[in-house]
């Protein structure tokens, strides 16, 4: 399988529950990303990973918590959240993060509906 | 001023008409820029890329002006599947991070 992969496509999840979403890339790619887009609203950053080294956490809440196992894998564990948190989480990377001339590969996204 | 900003639209074009869209940025370090095209709840997809004054691929034109700080970008001979929304992307930082417009949606109509 090849681009960039995104489990599970749809979540929905109480405000009690604990939850982790998946993404994985087969591109040989050293940077992974998770964007989240609300509606109506321009993609925002969350966490950027540089060679599975969390190189930036963009003042997201602590209930947001990712895990970089290695270059290939990225997680994004969720718990206690608020409706206000649904939204389309996307994952992507970059062929290489010392370049900007190279745009993201982008995952099909997890649309997650907080109940 | 925000980092990027974009006419949210919508535009709505003929089949086979010409549409420009511009995008304005901030920060006057960017070096390459992008637009991506995104349907309706599905991931950005990359359309192009503009590294110098511009760059064109069959019916899409996309130019950048340095020195005021927008790049446009130049639909020719519109289709029916090119409706979606048009995003604006500038890097900002280390890392390859890009902040993202938050789009312009075109509707061509028969």
């Known amino acids: 399988e090849t681009g960039v992969t995104q489990t599970p496509r749809h979540l929905v999840m109480g405000m009690t529950n604990k939850k982790s979403l998946k993404c994985e890339q087969h591109l040989g790619h050293n940077a992974m990303y998770w964007y989240k887009q609300s509606a109506k609203k321009p993609l925002e950053l969350m966490f950027v990973?540089?060679?599975?080294?969390?190189?930036e956490n963009n003042s997201v809440p602590s209930r947001f918590s990712p895990e970089c196992p290695n270059s290939s894998h990225l997680f994004l564990h969720l718990h206690t959240l608020q409706p206000e948190d649904s939204a389309l989480y996307l994952c992507?990377?970059?062929?290489?993060?010392?370049?900007?001339?190279?745009?993201?590969?982008f995952g099909s996204g997890t649309r997650l509906t907080v109940v | 001023r925000k980092e990027v900003e974009q006419d949210p639209g919508p535009f709505n074009v003929p089949e086979g008409a010409t549409v420009a869209f511009n995008c304005t940025y901030s920060?006057?370090?960017?070096?390459?820029f992008f637009w991506y095209r995104q349907d309706c709840r599905k991931e950005p997809k990359l359309l192009m890329s503009v590294y110098s004054s511009g760059n064109e691929d069959g019916r899409f034109t996309a130019q950048l002006n340095r020195a005021s700080q927008y790049i446009s970008l130049l639909i020719r001979d519109s289709k029916l599947s090119d409706s979606a929304t048009y995003l604006c992307?500038?890097?900002?930082?280390?890392?390859?991070?890009?902040?993202f417009g938050a789009g312009t949606r075109l509707a061509v109509h028969p």
């Open positions: 992507a990377s970059s062929q290489d993060w010392r370049a900007t001339n190279y745009g993201y590969t």
């Open positions: 920060n006057s370090a960017s070096q390459s």
């Open positions: 992307v500038v890097p900002s930082g280390g890392y390859n991070k890009l902040i």
């Open positions: 990973y540089s060679l599975e080294e969390r190189v």
